[in-house]
């Protein structure tokens, strides 16, 4: 039995790709909302301390399995492990914890991930204009996109802005996840690609989901990014 988890980022076609997962037959997807016990599952990923996240796995094993499928590629929709403001707020690796499941499973359960990776200024843009309210907490003097930019111009960061920064960095991620589930069960997309060229972005993703290309690129080019 499998499950794809798709951690991301924000801002990559997320809502596109959730539309493909839940209108695929051949597709157990987990919901965006997630169903219940999986959501139970994210949030002790967030806010519990590691030793009871490990717990909380093993006490719903069952039931997060009962909710999986045999015959259907199973999908699980986490895009906030990816998200640089859990990330911060949260002071947890969500890499790491991913390892942690896969570690509890991996007898009964193959974990392939699919992490969709964008241009890090067009990233950061994008997020601004969804949450600036965020940026804002996080540095009071990015009142707008123009000031946040200033470090970049004089390319003099404070700490703080370099902390937060990284956090945008994917190479990390992309690294840590090879080293935990094997460069054969990661799948790192490009968010360009499902823009410029739906054909052969459609390709790859069917390979994974072993769906049929022409039906995900008939699903893909509804939408305009």
Known sequence: MKLIIHIGLPKTAVTTLSYLFENSKEVNFLGRPLVP???TLWQSMI?????????????????????LSNKKKNVLLIEGITDPFFSINAKVNFIKRLGILKKIFEKDLEIEIIYVIRNQPDLILSRYIESPQFFKEYNTNWVNFELLKIPFAKEKFSKKDQIFFKKFFFYKNCKDLVNIFGKKKVNILLYEQLKKDKKN?????SKILNLKPNNVFKILRKYEL
């Open 201 to 205: 972005f459609a390709n790859k993703l």
């Open 37 to 39: 016990i999986y959501n």
């Open 47 to 67: 806010f519990e301390k590691e030793e009871l996240y490990k717990k909380k796995i093993l006490k719903l094993k069952k039931k997060l399995f009962s909710y």
